[in-house]
């Protein structure tokens, strides 16, 4: 006689699902959107220029640093400021003591004048040199006023609170008049420009809504106005 064993067979264990999430559908009419590449760029950016010469010995902000309205960005050097201003100081005090005599010329031929002890040629002659001085000085007084002014520019300062996004000289090297330094611009006020192909204005200016995607950022910019 043969004996056979039979395996025996043991069921699974049920494992229970988890319940699924559900969502209700519905229908829900929603505003049209289109997307287009555009270029940001900063309504309020400038460059500041040297309003007087002399060598840059200090450099206080460097680009992508925040600058507060009033901050010195940078120092230089007034010797240069200076000498103009002694200078100039000194074309004033030599303006005078010509005029001076002047005056006093024009003073003793209206006395020689009165009694026909000069011509009248010789009246107008003296009193032309006599207003002639009086221009030089009132010129020589705006130049040496222009020059102490230009003596408070050493210090450069920001014209408004930014951001510094260049700078274009370093310490050591020598400012001239005019010259540009530094370039920034305000953060605050931002302008994105975008070409839009024809088809899209009318519909664009009726929403009258726009978002702005920077790169880096998650959250989308909504714009202030659209024009």
Same mark, same amino acid.
């Given at each position: 006689?043969?004996?056979?064993?039979?395996?025996?067979?043991?069921?699974?264990?049920?494992?229970?699902?988890?319940?699924?999430?559900?969502?209700?559908?519905? $229908?829900?009419?929603?505003?049209?959107? @289109?997307?287009?590449?555009?270029?940001?760029?900063?309504?309020?950016?400038?460059?500041?220029?040297?309003?007087?010469?002399? @060598?840059?010995?200090?450099? /206080?902000?460097?680009?992508?640093?925040?600058?507060?309205?009033?901050?010195?960005?940078?120092?230089?050097?007034?010797?240069?400021?200076?000498?103009?201003?002694?200078?100039?100081?000194?074309?004033?005090?030599?303006?005078?003591?010509? /005029?001076?005599?002047?005056?006093?010329?024009?003073?003793?031929?209206?006395?020689?004048?009165?009694?026909?002890?000069?011509?009248?040629?010789?009246?107008?002659?003296?009193?032309?040199?006599?207003?002639?001085?009086?221009? @030089?000085?009132?010129?020589?007084?705006?130049?040496?006023?222009?020059?102490?002014?230009? @003596?408070?520019?050493?210090?450069?300062?920001?014209?408004?609170?930014?951001?510094?996004?260049?700078?274009?000289?370093?310490?050591?090297?020598?400012?001239?008049?005019?010259?540009?330094?530094?370039?920034?611009?305000?953060?605050?006020?931002?302008?994105?420009?975008?070409?839009?192909?024809?088809? $899209?204005?009318?519909?664009?200016?009726?929403?009258?809504?726009?978002?702005?995607?920077?790169?880096?950022?998650?959250? $989308?910019?909504?714009?202030?106005?659209?024009?």
């Amino acid at each position: 006689a043969f004996a056979s064993a039979c395996p025996s067979v043991q069921a699974a264990p049920l494992v229970q699902a988890a319940p699924l999430q559900t969502a209700t559908i519905a $229908w829900q009419q929603v505003q049209a959107t @289109r997307s287009t590449e555009g270029v940001v760029q900063a309504e309020r950016q400038s460059t500041v220029a040297a309003q007087t010469g002399g @060598r840059i010995t200090q450099i /206080l902000f460097r680009p992508g640093d925040a600058v507060k309205q009033g901050q010195v960005i940078m120092r230089i050097d007034p010797s240069l400021a200076q000498q103009q201003v002694a200078g100039a100081q000194a074309q004033v005090a030599e303006a005078q003591v010509a /005029l001076a005599k002047a005056e006093s010329d024009y003073q003793r031929y209206q006395e020689l004048l009165a009694k026909g002890f000069v011509s009248q040629a010789q009246m107008d002659g003296v009193a032309s040199q006599y207003r002639a001085a009086q221009a @030089r000085v009132q010129a020589l007084r705006a130049g040496s006023s222009q020059a102490s002014t230009a @003596r408070g520019f050493a210090d450069v300062t920001a014209p408004y609170s930014g951001v510094m996004s260049a700078l274009l000289v370093e310490v050591g090297e020598t400012a001239t008049l005019g010259m540009p330094l530094a370039t920034g611009f305000d953060p605050a006020m931002l302008r994105a420009t975008a070409q839009l192909p024809q088809a $899209w204005v009318d519909a664009v200016r009726a929403g009258n809504q726009a978002l702005v995607e920077i790169p880096g950022q998650s959250a $989308w910019l909504p714009a202030s106005r659209m024009v």
